[in-house]
C-alpha cells in the first residue's frame, strides 16, 4: 500500500500520480483508523488522532481539482458547494445542513464543510452520501476540474472505502472546535512502517525489498512535501504581493478621502458664503433680483454637488473597509499558510532523517547478507568435504564386506575341506585313548629319583617332569605349563614352550 515511485512516475500525469497517492493516503487512513479503533475498544472523541487524520486526507480529497471561484475578497476554493448537493439528492441529508448551518462561531464554508464531514461520520452515513454525489458528475461539473478526483474513478473507490467506517461509534463535540482556522496538513510519518519491527534479520532478502520500497515510498512523499513547500511558499509570495497591492490602494483611497473631505469642507464654505451672500442681497432684492436668481442656481449646483462628493465619499469609506477587512484575512491567510509551511518542513525533516535511518538499515542488511552469503560459501564447502569422507568411509565398507563375506565363504569351505577329516581324527583319538590310557597314565608322569638337568631350561630339578603332548619331549613342568588344541585333539593339551610357539605361527599363517 505505498503510493507511485519515483521510478515509475517519470512518464505519467502528474495529476493523476496526485490522485493516486491521496487514494493510497485515504486507504491507509481508513484502514489504520477502523484497525486502532476495534483495537481501543471505546467511542471514539475529537482527540483521536487517527481520526483528525482522516478528516485532514478527506479534505484534501474534496480539495482536489476544485474550480476556483473569484469574489471581491480574491478567489476561493472550498467543497461546502459540493456537500449541500447532497441535501437536493437525498433528502434525509437535509438535518445535517441545517444543523451545520446552525452551528455557532461557523464563518467560513470551509468550517462548514469540515462540520458536515463530522456529523455525516457520527450518523455513519458518510459512505452513503459521497456516493450519491460521485454518481452524479453532471452536478459536481459545476465545482470540480474534469481530472479532479471526485470526477474520476479513485473517487467511487474511496467512496466504497468508506462503508468500514460504519463500524466505528464517534461521539465529536464542535462547539468548542475552531473548525475555520484549523490548518489541515497530512502527518505522513503515521503511515510509514518500520523496518524493525515486520521481521529479524533471518528473512535476508525480504527485509532488503521491504527496506527499498520503505525508501522509494519516502523518496515520493519527500518530493510531494518539496512540491508543496514549494507551491506554498509562491501563494505566499503572491499574497504579500497582493498586500502591498492593497496596502498601496488603500494609501491612494485614504488620499481621496482627505481630498473629498478638503472638496467637502471648501463646498461648505462657499454655501455658507452663498448664504451670507443671499441675506445681504435680499435687502436689495429690487434691483439685484437677477443676481439673486443666479446665486439660487448656483446654489442648487453646489448642494448637488456636495451630495455627490458625500456619496462618493461613502463608496470609498465601504471600499476602504472592505479592503481592510480582505488586508486582515489576507494577513490571516498568510499566517496559517506559514504555519502549514513550517510544519510541513518539520515533516520534510522527519522523512529525511527517516530515509537516512533508513539508508543505514539497509547498508547494515546488505553487510549481514554479504556474511551470510560468506558463511553459506563456507558450509557448502564443508558440505562437500564431509561428502567427500562419507564417500571414502563407504569405499571402506564396502571393501570391509567384501573381505568379510571372503572370510566366511574361507572358512566355509575350510570346514567343507577338513570338516569330515577332523571328525575321522577325533573318532581315531577316541580308540586310541580307551587301549592306550593306561599306557598314557604311566608315562603323563615320571618320577625321578634322582636330580636331573631340563633340556629346554637347563635348571637342576628333582621334582616330576611333564610330558609335552605335541613332541612326546619331557621338561620340567615350568616349560610345559602352555595347554593348546592339537591337530589330533579339538580339546587343549599340555605343550612345551617350543611347541606352544611354533603352534601360534601354523595357527596364526592358516586362513580363517
Not at 468508506?162 to 464517534?170: K, P, R
Not at 625321578?448 to 628333582?462: F, G, N, R, V, Y
Amino acid at each position: 500500500s505505498k503510493a507511485v515511485t519515483s521510478g515509475g512516475s517519470s512518464g505519467r500525469d502528474p495529476i493523476a500520480i496526485e490522485r493516486l497517492n491521496l487514494m493510497n493516503m485515504a486507504k491507509l487512513s481508513i484502514k489504520g483508523l477502523i484497525e486502532s479503533a476495534l483495537n481501543l475498544g471505546r467511542t471514539l472523541d475529537s482527540d483521536y488522532a487517527p481520526l483528525q487524520q482522516f478528516f485532514v486526507v478527506m479534505e484534501h480529497c474534496l480539495k482536489h481539482g476544485l474550480k476556483t471561484k473569484k469574489t471581491f475578497l480574491g478567489q476561493n476554493k472550498s467543497f461546502w458547494g459540493a456537500l449541500e448537493l447532497v441535501e437536493k439528492l437525498t433528502p434525509e441529508a437535509g438535518e445535517i445542513t441545517a444543523s451545520v448551518k446552525d452551528l455557532p462561531g461557523l464563518k467560513t464554508p470551509l468550517g462548514r464543510g469540515r462540520a458536515w464531514l463530522r456529523l455525516a461520520l457520527m450518523q455513519k452515513k458518510l459512505s452513503d452520501y459521497m456516493k450519491t454525489i460521485i454518481n452524479r458528475k453532471d452536478l459536481l461539473s459545476e465545482f470540480y476540474e474534469p481530472n479532479a478526483l471526485m470526477m474520476e474513478e479513485e473517487g467511487a473507490v474511496i467512496a466504497g472505502l468508506l462503508v468500514g467506517l460504519n463500524v466505528i461509534d464517534a461521539n465529536l463535540c464542535m462547539k468548542g472546535e475552531d473548525l475555520d482556522s484549523q490548518v489541515g496538513v497530512i502527518d505522513f510519518s503515521m503511515y510509514l512502517k518500520d523496518g524493525g519491527h515486520s521481521s529479524k534479520s533471518a528473512e535476508g532478502d525480504g527485509q532488503i525489498t521491504a527496506i527499498l520500497d520503505q525508501k522509494n515510498y519516502v523518496e515520493e512523499l519527500n518530493r510531494h512535501l518539496s512540491a508543496s513547500v514549494n507551491n506554498l511558499q509562491a501563494k505566499v509570495d503572491a499574497l504579500e504581493k497582493s498586500n502591498t497591492k492593497l496596502t498601496e490602494e488603500l494609501a491612494v483611497a485614504n488620499n481621496r478621502i482627505i481630498t473629498l473631505q478638503e472638496d467637502v469642507e471648501r463646498v461648505k464654505e462657499e454655501s455658507s458664503y452663498q448664504l451670507e451672500s443671499r441675506k445681504a442681497l435680499r435687502s436689495d432684492s429690487a434691483a439685484d433680483g437677477q443676481a439673486l436668481g443666479e446665486t439660487r442656481k448656483q446654489l442648487k449646483e453646489e448642494t448637488v454637488l456636495r451630495l455627490d462628493v458625500e456619496k462618493e465619499l461613502e463608496v470609498q469609506i465601504g471600499m476602504k473597509q472592505e479592503m481592510e477587512l480582505s488586508i486582515k484575512m489576507l494577513e490571516k491567510d498568510i499566517c496559517e499558510k506559514q504555519d502549514a509551511l513550517v510544519e510541513l518542513r518539520q515533516q520534510l525533516e522527519d522523512l529525511r532523517a527517516i530515509n537516512q535511518q533508513l539508508s543505514h538499515k539497509s547498508q547494515s542488511a546488505d553487510a549481514s547478507s554479504k556474511q551470510k552469503s560468506e558463511a553459506i560459501v563456507r558450509l557448502e564447502e564443508k558440505i562437500n568435504q564431509m561428502s567427500g569422507t562419507i564417500k571414502q568411509l563407504e569405499t571402506r565398507c564396502k571393501q570391509a564386506e567384501k573381505q568379510r563375506d571372503l572370510a566366511v565363504e574361507a572358512n566355509r569351505l575350510f570346514k567343507q575341506e577338513f570338516g569330515d577329516k577332523i571328525e575321522s581324527l577325533q573318532v581315531e583319538v577316541g580308540q586310541l585313548r580307551k587301549h592306550r590310557l593306561l599306557f598314557f597314565q604311566d608315562e603323563s608322569f615320571l618320577e625321578i629319583s634322582e636330580p636331573s638337568l631340563c633340556t629346554m631350561c637347563e635348571q637342576d630339578d628333582s621334582l616330576l617332569k611333564t610330558k609335552c603332548k605335541n613332541c612326546s619331549g619331557v621338561f620340567c613342568e615350568s616349560c610345559v605349563s602352555n595347554e593348546l588344541p592339537l591337530p589330533s585333539s579339538i580339546l587343549p593339551e599340555a605343550v612345551c614352550s617350543s611347541c606352544y610357539s611354533q603352534l601360534l605361527q601354523q595357527y596364526a599363517s592358516m586362513p580363517t
